[in-house]
């Protein structure tokens, strides 16, 4: 259905003349805009719109003006350039500026940005004042009299020694007079004169040298001249003893604080003087002490007990040690470039070692780690420290009491299943040569970081050291092991130029695939020979794979009163991997070794004493061992 | 040379110079520092 548009003429005001001189000029109008839209202005000059309707409809010029003016709502005029115009739409309004209403718009206020404004100036901020009770630290005066003294005192260069004749001996026999007079540039000696007066046969008086001290050296003196002798005030440099080589009744009465002059301690030993500092001033209450360094008491910063309990809650929130320097930073807001820095790190350390029941110190020099009695154990919880420790038992015998720390550069080592199912490594020989030794007489261990360069990965490890009755071991490398290695790996573990730091290598392989042994520990623990896939270099000889020992698939852990035993370990080894005939089984010595070294560390030396002393055990070559089960 | 065995005792001035020196350090010393003061007071008074 096709519909014509209609178009409703808008109603005109005025005379009827006028409405229609106004309708006859908005048809004019419109026709010219019929192809515009409604609200498009219809622009027409008003000249030409009255010539129009003067030439068609005969209309006077006055009256077409009056038709348009008295119709605003249809009509609107605008001059531009001098010429008139006629304007309106198709729908009879009067159109409409598009203009925006507002004179401001984004562009002019870029263009003409108003000025700044002039703000009046602002008064001073009232500084907040932090309660003295919540500060962090504060250095505290030195008021102590000691150092007072001591800095009151004369240099060491100059020696007063003061020295009373009683002797009826003529003060010219007793000491010469130019000793006596001997002058003293030390600043803070001054001269005092002392007349004193001389006994016969002539008088003499000596100006002497005396130091500066709240007690006066006459007052000094008198008390040792009964009679009118004479005392003799002599100056000596230098002289560790005063001079008293004179006659009985020359008696030594030393100055208020004599100086001794300064020993020599070039011909001594710089570990006999350290033993010495260390015995003198390690109980020295004026003294801090830790880790081999060294401050003055009264200007360690002190923490309060509120810093204490953040330090802790920031380290049981990390939950793991963290290093002095860590805690400096994040708890006590002191930056690292600070010129205190290095105060408040020691102030951490030096404190922190006063709380022996809520931190202990698991760090090394370079790496001073802190760490409290709530944070969970670094590595394994398959077995309990004390427990490994006890298994590593053999390893105090075989380490020297004396061993050099940190002498070698590397070590290198092959992992046995034991090793690799606990994530650890034995603190032997090696590991001891290798790594520092603690850095305060009472720790038991230390956090170490351990870096694994192939992984892009640094693991935290606990290194516990040996105690009378267990052995040392590192715990923490749980992880690395179970993504990276298997029994047999073969690995490198070098220094750096810190302490604590080290980094582990180990030799990458094909990709290999073999049925290794593994612990099923969910329920009820059995070995098992599991599908795996390795890519490291493997010492053949320590693999535990089912090709090389297929009896023990389906084994059950032996029991921990039966794993403590070596003999007994060893006793079921043999009926594990060896050959059977008739009541006794046959193995070789590295067959043992890599699987005696499943259920508990067994090292070379411990194993091949154990067989020698074993009764039921005999050897031919000493490689291959028969155990006698029956 | 004193061998490491000797047996070298402080004396009370030792102390003090000792004390002295550490509340005039702006950081921590360690024992080498202290050792190396020692001596170098003893050279200098020589």
């Known amino acids: 259905m096709v519909t014509n548009q209609e178009t409703r003429s808008p109603a005109f005001a005025g005379t009827k003349k006028s409405q229609a001189l106004a309708n006859k000029a908005f048809d004019v109008l419109r026709s010219r805009g019929m192809f515009m839209s409604d609200y498009s202005p219809i622009r027409v000059p008003a000249e030409a719109l009255t010539a129009f309707l003067v030439e068609r409809e005969g209309a006077k010029a006055a009256d077409v003006a009056s038709a348009i003016r008295d119709n605003p709502d249809v009509f609107s005029t605008v001059s531009v350039d001098g010429i008139d115009y006629v304007l309106t739409t198709r729908t009879g309004k009067a159109p409409v500026s598009n203009e925006a209403a507002s004179t401001h718009s984004l562009t002019a206020r870029f263009l003409t940005p108003e000025p700044k404004p002039v703000r009046p100036p602002r008064p001073a901020p009232v500084r907040v004042r932090v309660d003295p009770n919540w500060a962090t630290w504060s250095v505290p005066e030195f008021t102590d009299d000691d150092e007072d003294a001591y800095l009151d005192q004369p240099d060491e260069d100059d020696v007063v020694v003061i020295v009373a004749d009683t002797g009826p001996a003529p003060v010219a026999e007793a000491t010469p007079v130019p000793e006596a007079t001997a002058p003293v540039v030390s600043p803070p000696v001054e001269d005092v004169v002392a007349d004193v007066p001389a006994a016969e046969p002539e008088p003499v008086a000596h100006e002497v040298v005396a130091e500066a001290e709240p007690e006066p050296v006459v007052a000094e003196v008198e008390p040792v001249i009964p009679e009118p002798e004479p005392v003799v005030i002599e100056t000596v440099e230098s002289e560790p003893e005063p001079v008293a080589a004179e006659p009985e009744p020359v008696a030594a009465v030393p100055a208020a604080r004599p100086m001794i002059a300064a020993r020599d301690f070039s011909g001594f030993d710089d570990t006999a003087i350290a033993a010495a500092i260390d015995s003198r001033l390690a109980d020295d209450q004026r003294v801090a002490q830790f880790a081999g360094q060294w401050m003055a008491e009264d200007r360690v910063a002190r923490l309060g007990r509120n810093d204490i309990r953040r330090i802790k809650d920031y380290i049981t929130e990390q939950e793991q040690p963290l290093t002095d320097s860590a805690l400096a930073q994040d708890v006590l807001n002191v930056r690292p470039n600070s010129a205190d820095f290095a105060l408040i790190q020691f102030a951490v350390n030096f404190r922190l070692s006063r709380e022996h029941r809520d931190f202990d110190f698991v760090g090394t020099n370079d790496q001073r780690f802190w760490s409290t009695s709530s944070l969970p154990q670094i590595g394994t919880t398959r077995r309990k420290p004390n427990e490994i420790g006890t298994d590593y038992r053999y390893l105090v015998d075989e380490i020297p009491a004396h061993a050099d720390y940190r002498s070698v550069e590397s070590v290198s080592h092959v992992l046995s299943f034991y090793e690799i199912m606990l994530g650890l490594l034995p603190y032997n020989l090696d590991m001891q040569r290798l790594l520092p030794k603690p850095v305060l007489p009472e720790q038991r261990s230390a956090v170490l970081t351990f870096e694994i360069p192939q992984l892009y990965t640094t693991y935290l490890v606990e290194l516990r050291y040996p105690t009378p009755n267990r052995g040392g071991f590192l715990l923490g490398l749980d992880d690395f092991y179970g993504e990276s290695l298997v029994a047999g790996a073969m690995i490198s573990i070098s220094a750096t130029e810190s302490d604590g730091h080290y980094k582990i290598e180990f030799l990458p392989g094909a990709n290999q695939n073999a049925r290794l042994l593994d612990l099923d520990d969910r329920r009820s623990p059995r070995y098992h020979f599991r599908p795996t896939s390795y890519a490291c270099e493997v010492a053949p000889e320590w693999l535990i794979s089912e090709d090389r020992f297929p009896k023990l698939g389906n084994e059950k852990p032996l029991d921990d009163k039966v794993r403590r035993r070596p003999d007994a370990v060893v006793e079921a080894t043999f009926e594990r991997v060896g050959l059977e005939d008739g009541s006794s089984f046959i193995s070789t010595f590295d067959e043992l070794l890599a699987a005696a070294n499943i259920e508990r560390p067994i090292s070379e030396t411990l194993l091949r004493a154990t067989l020698e002393q074993h009764a039921r055990v005999s050897s031919d070559d000493g490689d291959t061992f028969t155990y006698d089960a029956g | ?46």
């Open chain 2, 1 to 46: 040379m004193a061998g490491p065995g000797s047996d070298v005792q402080l004396t009370d001035d030792d102390v003090m110079f000792l004390l002295n020196l550490l509340r005039n350090a702006p950081s921590p010393l360690t024992t080498a520092q202290l050792v190396d003061a020692l001596k170098q007071r003893g050279a200098r008074q020589a």
